[in-house]
């Protein structure tokens, strides 16, 4: 059974609440309480799967709840629900709420957060990554910036001028704006330096991962050669994203998908920089086989951690409230052979992207790239793209040249 708790002090709120999630989801074991004090009661007597809180309430907060939640249940997953929409009272969030929902929020938007919450948590259970992800307080929630960012692109009232004011604020993340917008993808005649325009060209998914990415770096305070590392991870991303929308585009994705591809090459090594920054050392040891033992980074981190990063960072992006899409690309960009599939999607492009990408890093062309490559050829003539392979060889070659 599925245990939730809501937290509210509006009676009618709950009433409301109880009749509907119960009516359309009959297998959840929903209980109800009218305060943080209530709250925190009923969970010292179970333990929740979810608890759901109005960040408003009298005496305790939504925030203050989570807070005492996060140590006393951490593996307990914690979604605010708020009215509020100043930066201050969002920002008091950050690190008990995994997800930041806005009031009024639609049934619809609320019972799908509470139902990835259950599939993340399963994933979580999983004792591997759980130790891992469990050991580090930061994981808790996105980046400060992120959640600005996210509560801003949801706000009805809140225009391009609000967004690019919180872009503005945080410089690292104008200077990654302003690299992806005039990369090959957008093959723009003349560069962009205005940080609105580029605010608008690059996409609300693109702009969401960036400030993840640049937020979690910002936090990392280690020895210059892991800085060296991780930054090299952030650009190799960035490349693998422009690379896998080039891809969707050459082979006809629709535009949604070819839109999103950015973002998901982004956040297909986000698991590998969680590793990188909070277990570097650690990391050290895995590179190190990975070039002595010529062994794959996913089978040397199992290795070493029980778990990879493409299920690490899965885990995260779907506590964090990415779309499924996201999340099962994330999952699976190292063995797409492993998901049954029939045609190309966004989860061979990126595929293709990641491969290609790793392989031209040391090889002078596309053609040597193509001739020594061991992407699975089986695959790809599964799905129908094998005879692919080398315009894409040639697409990745152009969108590492426009970074050099």
């Known amino acids: 059974m599925n245990d939730i708790l809501f937290v509210d002090d509006d009676m009618n709120i709950l009433s409301g609440l109880r009749r509907r999630a119960r009516g359309q989801h009959p297998e959840w074991n929903i209980s109800f309480a009218t305060s943080g004090a209530e709250a925190l009661s009923l969970c010292d007597q179970k333990t929740f799967d979810v608890v759901v ?8 907060d939504g925030a203050e709840l989570l807070h005492q939640l996060q140590e ?14 100043e930066d201050e009272a969002i920002l008091r969030t950050v690190g008990p709420a995994q997800r930041y929902l806005a009031k009024p929020c639609d049934d619809e938007v609320l019972f799908e957060a509470i139902a990835q919450m259950f599939k993340m948590r399963t994933l979580l259970l999983k004792p591997d990554i759980r130790s891992i992800i469990g050991g580090i307080d930061a994981l808790a929630s996105p980046p400060d910036t992120y959640t600005r960012l996210v509560n801003a692109l949801e706000d009805p009232k809140a225009g391009n001028d609000k967004v690019t004011a919180i872009v503005s604020s945080d410089i690292a993340l104008t200077a990654e704006i302003l690299k992806v917008t005039n990369s090959a993808y957008f093959a723009l005649p003349s560069k962009i330096t205005s940080i609105s ?15 993840i990415f640049v937020g979690l770096f910002k936090s990392f ?10 930054k090299t991870l952030c650009e190799r991303s960035q490349q693998i994203g422009v690379a896998a929308a080039l891809i969707g585009e050459h082979e006809k994705l629709s535009k949604a998908t070819c839109q999103l591809l950015p973002s998901i090459g982004m956040m297909s090594h986000i698991g590998s920089l969680i590793l990188y920054l909070y277990y570097h050392e650690r990391m050290e040891t895995v590179i190190a086989r990975v070039e002595q033992e010529n062994i794959s980074i996913v089978e040397a981190e199992r290795d070493e951690f029980g778990a990879a990063h493409p299920e690490i960072g899965a885990y995260l992006l779907g506590l964090w409230g990415f779309p499924e899409q996201v999340i099962q690309a994330v999952a699976c960009h190292h063995n797409p052979a492993d998901f049954a599939q029939t045609e190309m999607t966004e989860l061979t492009a990126l595929y293709a992207a990641q491969h290609i990408t790793r392989e ?3 090889r002078a062309s596309a053609q040597e790239s193509e001739e020594q490559s061991t992407i699975d050829m089986s695959y790809l003539e599964q799905i129908g793209k094998a005879d692919s392979v080398p315009a894409w060889h ?3 070659a152009a969108v590492l040249e426009s970074y050099t």
């Open 53 to 60: 809180s109005d960040m408003r309430m009298p005496g305790m």
């Open 360 to 362: 031209m890093g040391g």
């Open 197 to 211: 325009h580029a605010v608008r060209m690059i996409g609300t998914d693109t702009l969401k991962s960036l400030a």
């Open 72 to 85: 006393n249940s951490p593996d307990t997953a914690r979604i605010i629900l708020s009215g509020y929409s």
């Open 394 to 396: 040639k697409i990745v």
């Open 221 to 230: 305070d280690g020895p210059p050669v892991v800085t060296r590392r991780i």
